[in-house]
């Protein structure tokens, strides 16, 4: 399964050159991260109801063409990996126009306990999150 939520990048989210601040693109990863999980049958809260936290342990992000004031941009987010106590996600960022590729990206996540200690992600969310090929060279 690949998610996709499309956005309207905002004034506030650029900088002074008018780009798309970097930082931005792990809100949008976290956004179309969030989606798939609804998607696919599980919800953050959910999760933390049964005691799981997911936390971001590494991200990687490569930059390849600005995005900047009022664009619409596609962000695209598949499972590239689980394991019994991580999940690895891919994304993709394009331009909805032009279908231009401006940004790629993995983050990985990693299960807890509310204390803060590493646990198994619960058998059904492993079931339901299937990893996928990635669509584009990440």
Known sequence: MISSITLRVNYSETDQMGVVYHANYLIWFDRARTELMRETGVTYKELEQQGVYLAVSEVDVRFRAAARYDDLVRVRC???EVASRRVT???AVDRTATGDLLATGV???????????LTRLPAHVLDL???TPDPVRL
């Open 107 to 117: 983050t990985s996540l990693v299960s807890l306990t509310h204390q803060h200690t």
């Open 129 to 131: 999150l299937e990893a």
């Open 78 to 80: 598949w499972v590239r």
């Open 89 to 91: 996600f891919g994304y």
